[in-house]
């Protein structure tokens, strides 16, 4: 079962930086893309930044120019810089994972994971 930990959510003012983090453990025979969303009250979750193993990535434009998405493929760990943080970014951010895992019966399956979210509030 793979399982994803994020953290460094947190309070800031407006044009502030936060650097989020998200970790992922298991048997993991390789993850294909890593990914950051957001769900601010009364919205729906949207996708904030995307990465693939090769480096590749994708940013909702409300965020281009502004977060950085990064991966350490060795630590199975991705990374969101967030600079010039405005209130419309507050929100909890999820950190997703895909790809293919061993089961603890020795099976590979696909995985599509969660963290269980970090909160980041940017105040005005």
């Known amino acids: 079962q793979v399982q994803l930990v994020e953290s460094g959510g947190g309070l800031v003012q407006a044009g502030g930086s936060l650097r989020l983090s998200c970790a992922a453990s298991?048997?993991?025979?390789?993850?294909?893309?890593m990914a950051w969303y957001r769900q601010a009250p009364g919205k729906d979750r949207e996708l904030v930044a995307n990465?693939?193993?090769?480096?590749?990535?994708n940013y909702a434009d409300s965020v281009k120019g502004r977060f950085t998405i990064s991966r350490d493929n060795a630590k199975n760990t991705v990374y969101l810089q967030m600079n010039s943080l405005k209130p419309g970014d507050t929100g909890v951010y999820y950190c997703?994972?895909?790809?293919?895992?061993?089961?603890?019966?020795?099976?590979?399956?696909?995985?599509?994971?969660w963290g269980q979210g970090t909160q980041v509030t940017v105040s005005s």
């Open positions: 298991g048997v993991i025979n390789n993850i294909n893309a």
């Open positions: 997703n994972g895909r790809g293919r895992e061993t089961t603890a019966w020795r099976t590979v399956r696909e995985f599509d994971s």
């Open positions: 990465i693939t193993v090769g480096g590749s990535t």
